[in-house]
């Protein structure tokens, strides 16, 4: 089934520790995404890619960095977590039919102790 | 400005219809959508709208959009439990961006 996919659901870890967060799809989408969601709800896009290659910072400045050298991969790594890092990060994915609407994944809840 | 605003909570009784609005600020956008985010999950394209139409209808989900006041609502018809949940609207722009909503959390109560 397509679909997408983000690992670990939950991650608690240290400061200063790197960490990388995984997403893949299976539905052949070019364009990928990574929000950061605050316990407030609000969504803050803060990586994007186009396709293989190509990587964009979003909205929200962020000490995350982000690779696509295959289609279905998007990680997001943190070379050295701190506390502030604390949030749910989003992935998610869209192609290039209409309605464009976004595919995401379950997400994965960061803490920084 | 690309501001997507909503209201931050509504709650509803069982059975009743719940009414979810959101306002935006550019009237470039193409697509408008709502997406359902459950507890512990990403979120889910409930349903979307053209921006050339006034009103989309799809079983319980009623999507009217109001482009002179940059409006649009999502009403749920007969509200259940499941319901409970984040909405977000968001909208497309013609140079693909998506902006999404702050979010409004229905509780509905049995």
């Known amino acids: 089934e397509a679909d997408i996919y983000q690992t670990p659901r939950y991650l608690v870890i240290g400061t200063g520790k790197k960490i990388t967060l995984e997403c893949s799809q299976t539905m052949g989408h070019d364009k990928m995404y990574w929000y950061q969601q605050d316990p407030g709800m609000e969504l803050h896009l803060i990586h994007y890619s186009y396709g293989v290659n190509s990587t964009e910072k979003g909205d929200l400045s962020s000490e995350s960095t982000v690779s696509r050298i295959r289609t279905e991969h998007f990680p997001l790594t943190l070379e050295s977590a701190r506390p502030s890092h604390t949030s749910q990060y989003l992935c998610?994915?869209?192609?290039?039919?209409?309605?464009?609407?976004?595919?995401f994944g379950s997400g994965t809840r960061l803490t920084v102790v | 400005g690309e501001d997507v605003e909503q209201s931050l909570f509504l709650s509803v009784r069982e059975g009743d219809s719940s009414v979810i609005n959101c306002t935006y600020t550019?009237?470039?956008?193409?697509?408008l959508y709502w997406y359902k985010q459950e507890p512990g999950a990403g979120l889910q394209l409930l349903t979307y709208?053209?921006?050339?139409?006034d009103m989309k209808q799809d079983q319980r989900l009623t999507v009217l959009l109001n482009k002179k006041d940059k409006h649009l609502s999502l009403r749920i018809a007969d509200t259940q439990t499941g319901d409970s949940a984040i909405y977000f609207c968001a909208e497309r722009l013609p140079y693909q961006k998506v902006t999404f909503g702050t979010g409004t959390k229905l509780q509905v109560i049995p």
């Open positions: 998610a994915s869209s192609n290039d039919r209409a309605p464009y609407g976004y595919t």
């Open positions: 709208i053209f921006s050339n139409m």
């Open positions: 550019d009237s470039s956008s193409t697509y």
